[in-house]
C-alpha cells in the first residue's frame, strides 16, 4: 500500500505565493506518475500538474505560468509552487501518485488527504 501525506497551503492574498508538498510513503516498487488536483467546492476535480517519468509536466490551462511542480524520485516527494495566485484558485487541492507496491502488482491510483488553499481578494 502507498500512502501520501500533504503539507503546506493556507490562506494568502491575491497575487502571493504558497507551496504544497506530497511524500509517498509505504511499500513502493515504483512511482510512475506524480501529481497535483484540485476541487472547487460544487465543482470536479480538475488537473493541476502532473509529472510522468522524465517526461516534460503537463498543466491545466488555468495554472500555466503561474504553477510549478517538481518531483524528486530519490525522495519520492512532488511538490507545487504556486505563484501569482487568484481567488478562482481557491480550492481543496490533493496530491495524486500512480504506482507500483507490489512485485508484478498493478499500477494504482492513490490520493492525498486534501489541503486547503484559500486565496483573498
Known amino acids: 500500500q502507498v500512502q501520501l501525506v500533504q503539507s503546506g497551503g493556507g490562506l494568502v492574498q491575491a497575487g502571493g505565493s504558497l507551496r504544497l508538498s506530497c511524500a509517498a510513503h509505504g511499500t513502493i516498487l515504483k512511482i510512475n506518475t506524480m501529481g497535483w488536483y484540485r476541487q472547487a467546492p460544487g465543482k470536479q476535480r480538475l488537473l493541476v500538474a502532473l509529472?510522468?517519468?522524465?517526461?516534460?509536466?503537463q498543466y491545466g490551462d488555468v495554472v500555466k505560468g503561474r504553477f510549478t511542480i517538481s518531483r524528486d524520485n530519490a525522495k519520492n516527494t512532488v511538490d507545487l509552487q504556486m505563484n501569482s495566485l487568484e481567488p478562482e484558485d481557491t480550492a481543496v487541492y490533493y496530491c495524486?501518485?500512480?504506482?507500483?507496491?507490489?512485485?508484478?502488482?498493478?499500477?494504482?491510483?492513490?490520493w492525498g488527504q486534501g489541503t486547503q488553499v484559500t486565496v483573498s481578494s
Open positions: 509529472v510522468t517519468g522524465g517526461a516534460t509536466p
Open positions: 495524486y501518485v500512480a504506482a507500483v507496491s507490489q512485485m508484478g502488482g498493478p499500477l494504482s491510483g492513490y
